[in-house]
């Protein structure tokens, strides 16, 4: 680690105190010890609490949780080993505006993340984390994004003063001993630091849901590899393995060494001649990663299987060209509304028990509910995920009940539907990758890019209409958000498209690359209803990308359009839908309208400008391709 992690200078009276606090730590790795002190000298909590990552840890942190009220335990015979929590109603999603990315030059950080000159941000988070762990205990949490000892897994400490921060981590990621065993003396990690922000003098009373909104920030220093975080607890902003190692941190890592972060799904897909694929998808934040990963597909005989759900660390090996991912985390931190037995069985299944659910509805029998979750509304009370009671003669108002992006936290190893290799330290060979997002009009249901460089421009054009993932107001309006890592990218985005430019150039056999498609279930028709049925019809989608995979050249599978191939009317099988797609909707969902398009090329064109001599030459002559083949149409 860089001197610059610990940007803070003892004073005599801070080293006098270090000396006297001789707490033991679990490892022989000093910078590691270290650095604990260091930020112990800095947050100047009351105790430190080293992590083992054992069941009577987690057990005994949960039962404190529970007594102090934080953590509500559901019906131990609906949902065993399971609580509900609810957090401050302003802290209920990851906060863009307050996310940061402090490379030392400004243009490196690019034009679409904050930036701050790395010494006034240092200078500006000593003030807010200068004693802000008073009255509290640190916890030091060492993890591994990735199977613990996988050459593909990188490890990080975080040291946090929210116990409910300690739980979330132990599920979705593996934390304590065994991490510190690989970490062995002098291995690298990611220093993370974490507080809510709430220091507690003597008398204070603690408040169930500490954070500190006006000073919250989430740091990031990517020359150094630090993240800080200040005054959130909520899941993005929290968890630093997640978004902010594991994608922003890990993003740098991977243009350094040639490899790739990705915010994406990974799925098994077993058709039924037994052949198995693995694809990979990125869909911006609350547009269906989850879903598609755990899918139960409708087609008989296709079986789809979970790797993960949500981010995928990706590298090529030199001996058969192909692309192996792993995901790097070890739970999965999911969008509880929409989640049901019709939408999501397998999600259902995994979260019936020792999950935490954040911002949910509290039911009367003790269970949870959300929006889509049953068809109506429970015909008891509820009581809200603001914590205010609702009974049925109050009428529906239009209020949800539970957040729109409440959320359950559970580990994968529960989920019926994980794969076999889905913890394989090697990770699994990749055959496809789809991006996708929010589209109400324009986008067809998927369609094929032409090669690996069309694909790249694919990926930067991905729009998508703004979810209650992240914080705004502005939920619903279209923006784009490049490869669904907009909010994700730890350096310049033009860099980055570059850096996926550069791919083919990294492999012997580039006909081993992955192909690349493109998806939208959102589609609506004029009365604001989705037009593609979704979930486990998405199969349907997925066979013909199959099909494709297994039979490049049988043109009876796709018309060539300007923006890709997409499918013929008879090459999507729709046998059992036939109904729900009758009247002309699956033409409308395969019609590629080049006006339409031709106003999206403008559109990115306009977006593309930012990046001014960042931008990839090629990605211009993509578009110039693109925008010829629109007009010649
Ligand atoms: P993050 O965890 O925020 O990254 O989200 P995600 O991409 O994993 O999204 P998720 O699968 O949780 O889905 C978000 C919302 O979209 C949920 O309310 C789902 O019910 C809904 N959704 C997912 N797939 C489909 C689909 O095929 N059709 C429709 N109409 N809705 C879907
Ligand atoms: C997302 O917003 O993309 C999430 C949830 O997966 S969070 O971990 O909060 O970023
Ligand atoms: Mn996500």
């Known amino acids: 680690i860089s001197a610059s992690a610990t940007f803070h200078q003892h004073s005599h009276a801070e080293e006098a105190a270090m000396v006297h606090h001789h707490d033991s730590a679990p490892t022989n790795h000093l910078k590691l010890v270290d650095w604990v002190r260091a930020q112990q000298a800095l947050l100047e ?7 083992d990552g054992s069941q009577e840890e987690y057990d005994s942190l949960v039962g404190d949780l529970v007594d102090k009220g934080i953590m509500i335990p559901l019906d131990s015979k609906l949902r065993p080993g399971s609580y509900l929590t609810r957090t ?4 209920v999603a990851r906060s863009e505006s307050s996310t940061f990315i402090c490379s030392e030059k400004e243009i490196d950080s690019g034009p679409t993340n904050n930036w701050v000159d790395p010494n006034q941000m240092r200078s500006e988070l000593e003030k807010s984390f200068r004693g802000s762990m008073r009255g509290r205990t640190m ?3 060492p993890f591994s994004m990735g199977p613990v000892g996988s050459p593909l897994a990188r490890i990080g400490v975080q040291v946090t003063d929210s116990p409910f921060v300690v739980v979330n981590m132990r599920i979705m990621t593996r934390i304590g001993q065994p991490v510190l065993d690989v970490l062995g003396d002098d291995k690298e990690f990611v220093p993370c630091v974490h507080s809510v922000g709430k220091p507690l003098e003597p008398g204070d009373k603690d408040s169930l849901w500490p954070c500190n909104i006006p000073e919250r920030k989430v740091v990031h220093f990517p020359e150094s590899r630090e993240i800080w975080s200040f005054g959130s607890g909520y899941g993005g902003n929290s968890l630093l393995g997640k978004k902010c190692l594991a994608l922003r941190i890990a993003s740098v890592m991977a243009r350094d060494e040639g490899s790739l972060a990705e915010h994406m799904l990974i799925l098994g897909l077993t058709s039924p001649a037994g052949k198995k694929y693995y694809i990979a998808a990125a869909f911006p934040s609350a547009c269906g990663k989850t879903n598609l990963a755990m899918m139960q597909p409708t087609l008989p005989g296709w079986k789809v299987q979970v790797v993960g759900d949500d981010i995928n660390w990706m590298k090529f090996n030199p001996k058969d060209s192909r692309l192996y991912a792993i995901n790097p985390e070890a739970g999965f931190f999911g969008v509880a509304p929409g ?26 029998e003790g269970d949870v509910w959300w929006e889509g979750m049953t068809k109506r509304r429970p015909e008891s ?21 539970a957040h729109p992006n409440s959320r359950f936290t559970v580990s994968v190893d529960q989920c019926p539907a994980k794969d076999p290799a889905w913890d394989d330290p090697n990770g699994v060979p990749i055959s496809a990758i789809i991006f996708g997002g929010r589209r109400e009009t324009t986008v067809p249901l998927v369609f094929q890019t032409k090669d690996w460089n069309h694909g790249v421009l694919v990926g930067a054009t991905v729009a998508s209409e703004k979810t209650a993932a992240a914080e705004g107001s502005d939920v619903g309006q279209l923006r784009f958000d490049p490869f669904a890592m907009l909010p994700f990218a730890g350096y310049n985005m033009g860099d980055y498209f570059g850096h996926w430019l550069s ?22 028709d004029t009365n604001g209803s989705f037009m593609w049925p979704g979930f486990g019809e998405n199969s349907r989608v997925l066979k013909w990308i199959v099909d494709r995979l297994e039979k490049p050249e049988d043109r009876e599978l796709f018309t060539s359009t300007p923006i890709g191939y997409v499918p013929t009317a008879s090459s999507l099988d729709l046998s059992g839908i036939e109904k729900e797609v009758a009247g002309g909707v699956m033409e409308k969902l395969l019609k590629v309208d080049a006006q339409s398009y031709l106003s999206e090329v403008g559109k990115a064109r306009d977006y593309f400008k930012q990046f001014g001599d960042r931008f990839p030459a090629k990605l211009t002559k993509e578009l110039d391709d693109l925008e010829d083949r629109l007009k010649k149409n």
């Open 45 to 51: 909590p009351d105790n430190v609490h080293w992590c």
């Open 88 to 91: 401050d109603p302003a802290d």
């Open 139 to 141: 916890y030091v949490i």
């Open 339 to 364: 989640t049901s037995g019709k939408t999501n069985p397998n999600a259902m299944e995994t979260i019936q028990k020792n999950t935490v659910f954040t911002n949910v509805a509290l039911t009367e």
């Open 381 to 401: 009370k509820v009581v809200n995920w603001k914590g205010e009671v609702w009974d049925p003669s109050m009428g529906d108002k239009g209020t949800p009940l």
């Open 503 to 524: 791919m083919p150039s990294r492999v012997n056999d580039s006909s081993q690359l992955p192909k690349i498609f493109h998806v939208n279930w959102f589609r609506k």
